[in-house]
């Protein structure tokens, strides 16, 4: 099960219960806060299971609002973050990620790792090298995961980062958890926590996002890119996304119904983490649960000059945004089949059974 280091809070300030955010944006919103609660009934947890089940299958997303991690918890993590990327380049390569994807934890700087869709030969994997991503990100893990060691700077270069991600990645995996076992009673399986074992080893991964301010004229002209549309990968990834208060940051867009492609934005909810499906569960889902295609909306546009712009004065640049993604996967061995409830003769299985490692390391081999 996840790792014990902090407990995760059972309320937070209330905020009304499921709702939609706006006419912009199809994502519900679900108050988690009475499947977390001690109180909590049989009736009250399927209730919100049941929710959260209707927002998978009909958008792949969901905001939760009162999950249980408090808000300064999150603020911090976010200012360890611009704390950490505001460091010169030197001492951020201290904590350098590995040149594959394979162990997947470090400091990775922009133009680095590129995100593709399904994109795995080699030809096609350079041709879509060739317009870079703009971001820099540092990834960790459970710190108990010997396969993929975290990858750390010495403390003195940020005192207390190491100890703050630890700590975060903590409260997001207990969350993970209680969303599958919300997720299993939604599914009505015979133990609502199977999916919940199934990753017990908490093999998830906490990144920090980093976009620097890049020129609207190279985005609009293909020249770079700050990430291109893609879907998850994993079971589940849990999104802060920071509000820039009265100016707008952006957030993220995602893609809303089937055919001719339309892009709707996921703006930062006060109070909600945005949760949405990855691709290895809408196979174990047999497609119940839709792994939706998303990319970074560009919200905010600023005159912004800088040596780390590559833009000349005056130009329209997007402004800088930071998010914070962590990503679950299940153990490696689990083996990812049509789950009871999800298949059957009127339903038949539309996905190859196939372990988590096998798939992960196929995506994960095409990000570097």
């Known amino acids: 099960m996840a790792p014990a280091a902090t407990a995760i809070a059972t309320t937070t300030s209330p905020i009304p219960q499921t709702q939609t955010p706006s006419p912009a944006s199809p994502v519900p919103i679900v108050d988690f806060g009475p499947f977390l609660s001690a109180s909590a009934t049989p009736t009250s947890r399927r209730s919100v299971a049941t929710d959260i089940d209707a927002a998978f299958r009909s958008v792949g997303f969901v905001y939760l609002t009162n999950h249980g991690i408090p808000q300064?918890?999150?603020?911090?993590?976010?200012?360890?973050?611009?704390?950490?990327?505001?460091?010169?380049?030197?001492?951020?390569?201290?904590?350098?990620?590995?040149?594959?994807?394979?162990?997947?934890?470090?400091?990775?700087?922009?133009?680095?790792?590129?995100?593709?869709?399904?994109?795995?030969?080699?030809?096609?994997?350079?041709?879509?090298?060739?317009?870079?991503?703009?971001?820099?990100?540092?990834?960790?893990?459970?710190?108990?995961?010997?396969?993929?060691?975290?990858?750390?700077?010495?403390?003195?270069?940020?005192?207390?980062?190491?100890?703050?991600?630890?700590?975060?990645?903590?409260?997001?995996?207990?969350?993970?958890?209680?969303?599958?076992?919300?997720?299993?009673?939604?599914?009505?399986?015979?133990?609502?926590?199977?999916?919940?074992?199934?990753?017990a080893a908490s093999a998830f991964q906490l990144r920090l996002l980093h976009y620097p301010p890049v020129a609207v004229r190279a985005l609009r002209e293909g020249v770079k890119a700050r990430i291109g549309a893609h879907s998850d990968f994993g079971s589940l990834t849990v999104l802060f996304q920071e509000s820039g208060g009265e100016e707008e940051v952006g957030g993220l867009e995602g893609e809303d119904g089937e055919g001719e492609r339309r892009w709707r934005p996921a703006p930062p909810v006060p109070g909600a983490v945005l949760v949405n499906i990855g691709d290895l569960m809408e196979r174990w889902s047999n497609g119940r649960w839709r792994s939706t295609m998303h990319r970074p909306w560009e919200g905010a546009r600023s005159e912004v000059d800088g040596p780390e712009t590559d833009g000349v004065d005056g130009e329209e640049l997007c402004a800088p945004r930071y998010s914070i993604p962590f990503f679950a996967a299940p153990d490696d061995d689990a083996v990812i089949d049509a789950l009871p409830g999800c298949w059957g003769e009127e339903r038949p299985k539309k996905f190859e059974a196939v372990t988590a490692r096998e798939y992960v390391t196929m995506r994960m081999n095409a990000l570097y």
């Not at 969350?175 to 399986?189: I, N, S």
Request: net charge negative.
């Open 72 to 199: 300064q918890e999150i603020d911090a993590c976010f200012a360890w973050s611009k704390r950490f990327f505001a460091l010169p380049p030197a001492t951020k390569a201290l904590a350098p990620h590995p040149p594959t994807g394979a162990h997947h934890r470090g400091y990775s700087a922009p133009a680095t790792e590129k995100v593709t869709q399904h994109t795995y030969t080699s030809s096609d994997i350079t041709s879509a090298r060739t317009v870079p991503d703009v971001k820099e990100s540092f990834d960790s893990g459970n710190p108990a995961d010997e396969r993929q060691p975290n990858i750390w700077a010495p403390e003195d270069v940020l005192p207390g980062f190491r100890a703050a991600q630890e700590r975060f990645f903590a409260l997001c995996a207990q969350l993970v958890h209680r969303v599958l076992e919300a997720l299993g009673t939604a599914l009505a399986l015979p133990d609502e926590r199977d999916l919940s074992n199934a990753h």
